[in-house]
């Protein structure tokens, strides 16, 4: 099959993950198959992570798993969604735990090898530090950043974390009651959890970042989540390795959630992924066709 083609249609089987740190989770994903009917030993395959009280279908993810020209797996990190345990706003090791052992379970039951990742949000920001501190995060070839945070105290100056910090100072906590997959939520969030939160390291990317990984960051101008110039950042730590690339995209009227551009995001993955096939990605700032000529 050519590894640049788009896939008609994949096959989904649905997968319990028996959790190694923590037995009583199981971690629940989607296994996307271009050839399902093929040994999978050797073959390459895609992850794509969720953010902040998402999960696996939530938002791009499914879209773009159906259209990857390869093999994909997403799931829902733990207290997300179908996969049990209980959320924390500032436990993105357990995040780490969970992508490593979804990893360790691809490679042992499957033989697939992980190729690219793709993460949103608090995704983006465990794919970083898993991808540049781990061995098998060090082999991987390329990495989707959408709307990752750098800075972690502008979480501070955040909408939501303003709204928080009230309920902290009366009630010592928050509630947080959110819809997921038309699920009624309710997690706790204390002064803690955010602190730790904010205090999660990514000063790594400028000098312990894979040095030949290709790496493409999405971000929104409009997004009130993130800062848009977080993703500058990223662009400058990452634009100087060699042999890797930076490509920097950045949409306009976009929020941090790609609000109504779904689509948008995926088209800009496939060409990106598309441009890295033929061997062309160069590292810089990537400004679609059909705007250019309206410059």
Do not use: C
């Amino acid at each position: 099959m050519d590894p640049g083609a788009r896939a008609a249609t994949t096959t989904s089987t649905k997968l319990f993950i028996p959790h190694p740190v923590d037995p009583s989770i199981t971690i629940v994903g989607v296994l996307e198959q271009l050839a399902p009917g093929e040994h999978t030993r050797g073959r390459k395959i895609a992850l794509i992570l969720h953010g902040t009280m998402g999960h696996k279908d939530y938002l791009f993810q499914r879209r773009l798993a159906l259209k990857l020209p390869l093999d994909s797996f997403r799931f829902d990190f733990r207290g997300n969604h179908e996969t049990g345990g209980v959320w924390k706003q500032g436990a993105l090791e357990e995040d780490l735990e969970d992508l490593q052992a979804v990893v360790d379970y691809l490679k042992a039951t499957y033989g697939y090898v992980i190729e690219l990742v793709v993460g949103h949000s608090r995704g983006a920001l465990v794919a970083f530090r898993w991808l540049a501190t781990t061995e098998d995060g060090r082999k991987v070839a390329a990495f989707v950043n959408a709307s990752g945070r750098y800075r972690m105290a502008k979480i501070y100056e955040s909408p939501a974390v303003k709204i928080w910090k009230e309920h902290f100072v009366k009630e010592g906590h928050y509630i947080w009651n959110v819809t997921v997959a038309r699920k009624q939520i309710s997690a706790k969030i204390t002064p803690e959890d955010v602190q730790d939160f904010a205090r999660w390291d990514t000063t790594f990317v400028w000098d312990r970042f894979p040095p030949g990984m290709d790496v493409l960051t999405l971000h929104g101008l409009a997004d009130k989540t993130v800062p848009p110039y977080d993703a500058l950042i990223y662009a400058e730590a990452l634009g100087a390795r060699s042999p890797g690339t930076h490509t920097l995209h950045l949409m306009e009227d976009a929020d941090h959630n790609f609000t109504g551009r779904q689509d948008d995001v995926v088209d800009a993955v496939l060409h990106w992924w598309d441009v890295r096939r033929r061997g062309e990605l160069k590292t810089g700032i990537w400004v679609p066709a059909s705007i250019k000529g309206k410059l």
